[in-house]
């Protein structure tokens, strides 16, 4: 294990006001305006990954407050994140609200419950000579849902009035924009609000967040500084990737590959890239396409480019060129695939059509915007590629048409690079040998295996619908009944697989797939090993061989995502147990019934020892209305010691009664 700890491993909300970087302007703004006279309300609006959490999370320190507010024991502070809440009722909502406020100003609980509950509260505040500031993140989860009508937003906009009551609340975007209906949007409670917006750091403080956390971990960035900026420009979750992967190149080697260091980069940031660029308007779009080809810029796209450059998505040279804030951007949302600092790689789409406003007239027309050839063909044989849907370690998946069954499939393909590596090609067809031997409803089928120009490529059902990631993301945490369903379902699936004798090894939220009636499939079995210790998996002389590459991964490094990890994988148990992704399923039912994760921590490490050591918060802390049937099939597929975990059918059973 590495002496030092990388510093900027973190993905999720800052928690810890000390490992807080910038936003000093606008901490300063917010805590004027909440430590007037009488409080004032704050809509703070970023994009997404933009710091908001992180924000709310750092004005609520006590030690923040101490410092910017003159009285700060005045001031009640209570923070509710509703990104756990996508689906509450109002009475809920009410009184876990209220729940909050007792527990954050040390009232004894209630005897009232909903409005009157809140506002007998608030009575007890001015009593006491105390403010309330109620902080919301994710605020317009509330707006958007249809349970909570206009009386609730004017019994807000009543409690600033009446009591000395803000709130700062965070949303993508406008709140105004994003309410349920028209009457709501012109609701006299969003007045109150001043709003705050978030963009790109300035350079100091970018500047700042590569120089101090590096420094203190004594491996400085500071001589990188100009490199990592114009690698990720100066918005902070960029900034930490780059950070992170100069900091362990540095860590490591003790100098920097620049060509492996722009490619863990790609691999981080894609999905996030390709993220901005699927919610860019037209006119957006346009302007991208403009910098990219280096065609001038239209009159009607101006208000576009001078919006890019407020936000820091478009930043000026000392000659006044533009230049898109990462220099990787451009390339991977416009050639959306892996491209390396020597020869640039383009995956397909070879052109992508972009629709921009006529020169002459309101009609709209498209101009492909034409981009070096594909190292992937557009053709597998009898299958047409039609777009990238992602990619790994080892490959990348494509979306096609089966040109004689007229069927949608997925094609995963090895990598170019990886194509004469013996060893990684072997790994690529182990998968495919494998799920070959799979046959089951809850498993993604595979059709076949091929090959062109040398390069393998395996051919699989397209199950169309979202990933169990995607919707916790979306919605937040599952009805119980479909946890139980969802749960048994992908239990079964993994017995099957267990009966084959493969321990998947990588179960986690991403790699179950659900389909458009809700049933899920497990995917991705590349990190997939064989257990030859099972006597109920047998195989045939022509499999034999697959034990021998069954176990080629490097000595000493963790297999599988770290926060789905079993005890015996987070200790580097070489011996892959069945027990393992019965463990790492539990994970994840716990995610889905909670919206939280069991196991969690500000580093790597951190998350490595509460899966070894500690207990999870009980499930009905979170969700009081869980059966104790489905508790009890969750922590017993938690259990530390393998030998005490259910099997998959095992568990399966449970979760069916």
Partial sequence: MPQTTNPYLNRVAIRDPAQFYGRRREVARIFSRLG?????????????????????????????????????????????????????????????????????????????????????????????????????????????????????????????????????????RDLQELCHADQIADSPFFNIFTNIYLRAFPDEEATDLIVRPSEAAGIPLAPYADDIRQLSGNFPFYLQIACSIYFEQLQEHGRLDLRAVEEAFDDEVRGHFRYLWEHFSTDERAVCQMLASGQPLLREHTYVFEDFKRAGYILLEADGTPRWFSRRFLTIVLRPGRSGSGSEQAAIPPTIEIPAPSRTGSQESTRPLHLEAAPVPLRFGRFEVIERLGGGGMGDVFLARDAELGRKVAIKVLKARYANQSETRRRFLREARMVSNLNHPNIATLYEIGEVDGVPYLVMEYVRGQTIAQYLRERGRFPCAEVCRIGAQAAEGLAAAHAGGVVHRDIKPSNLQLDTAGNVRIIDFGLAKLDAGLEYAPLSASDEHLYAVSDITETGVLVGTVTYMSPEQAANDTHALLASDVFSLGIVLYEMTTGRLPFDGKSYYEVLNAILHTTPTPIRDWRPDAPMALVNAINAALAKRPTERPTAAELAQMLRR
């Fill in 36 to 172: 007037a006279g009488r409080p004032q309300s704050i809509a703070i609006v970023g994009d997404r990954r933009i710091g908001k959490s992180s924000l709310l999370n750092y004005l609520c320190a006590p030690v923040v407050r101490e410092q910017y507010l003159p009285r700060p024991e005045e001031y009640v502070f209570v923070f509710f994140d509703l990104q756990q809440w996508r689906r509450i009722t109002l009475d809920d909502f009410l009184d876990a609200w209220l729940a909050e406020i007792e527990r954050n100003a040390a009232l004894p609980p209630s005897h009232k419950r909903s409005f009157d509950g809140v506002q007998a509260a608030l009575d007890a505040l001015r009593t006491t000579h105390r403010k309330l500031i109620a902080v919301f993140d994710e605020f317009d989860i509330l707006t958007s849902n249809r349970a909570f009508s206009a009386d609730f937003f004017a019994f807000l906009r009543s409690l600033a009035n009446n009591y000395e009551v803000a709130y700062v609340t965070s949303s993508g």
